[in-house]
């Protein structure tokens, strides 16, 4: 059974603190009014206006004004999470997309600027380094054996490498370190 609609006028009224107090039309007590219990008015209420509600009591026996409106305001629809179930899925599905596309091209960016670390360490028999001079800028091939072959240190990342065999270091424009 649904609660009956009290009517009262609205005596007092706090914007400041959002509560107020309510005349009932019946002439008994005042009621208390929470700008909470007007959810969906479109307006603050004010002293004068008209409000329905439906009474509440307390568990210490206070009145209380619950589920309220201001007489002629049109209450708004709540706001809800989802508005257009078909836009929400969309925006996913696009969300996604640009995700992947961002994966993809920050993955071939890396893989064109350098080989990875890995693969070029990991070929078997791949021993010659390949060393650029950071004086002069030039591109030199270390074989096993040779004085400085134990000290140098290939980074990738800076255009360095292994090579497998000597022909293909000077293939690609490598020439033997002096030492």
């Known amino acids: 059974m649904k609660p009956a609609l009290q009517k009262g006028q609205l005596t007092t009224w706090k914007d400041d603190r959002g509560f107020g107090f309510i005349k ?3 002439g008994v007590k005042e009621v208390f009014l929470h700008i909470s219990a007007l959810k969906g008015a479109s307006l603050r209420p004010k002293v004068g206006d008209t409000i329905l509600y439906e009474k ?5 026996g206070k009145i209380r004004a619950a589920r309220a409106s201001i007489k002629g305001v049109v209450p708004q629809p709540l706001p809800t999470k989802r508005k257009n179930r078909k836009g929400s899925l969309l925006e996913t599905f696009v969300g ?3 995700l992947a596309a961002i994966a993809l091209i920050t993955m071939q960016f890396s ?3 350098s080989p990875s670390p890995i693969t070029s360490i990991t070929q078997p028999g791949c021993v010659i380094k390949g060393n650029i001079s950071i004086e002069a800028g030039n591109k030199l091939y270390h074989l096993p054996g040779m004085q400085d072959y134990k000290s140098t240190v290939i980074d990738p990342v800076t255009g360095e490498r292994w090579f497998c065999s ?3 270091a000077i293939s690609n424009g490598w020439r033997k370190a002096p030492r």
Do not use: C, K, T
């Open 96 to 98: 996604v997309v640009i």
């Open 24 to 26: 009932p039309d019946n």
């Open 166 to 168: 000597e022909s293909e």
């Open 56 to 60: 509440v009591a307390e568990p210490d």
């Open 111 to 113: 893989r064109s600027r």
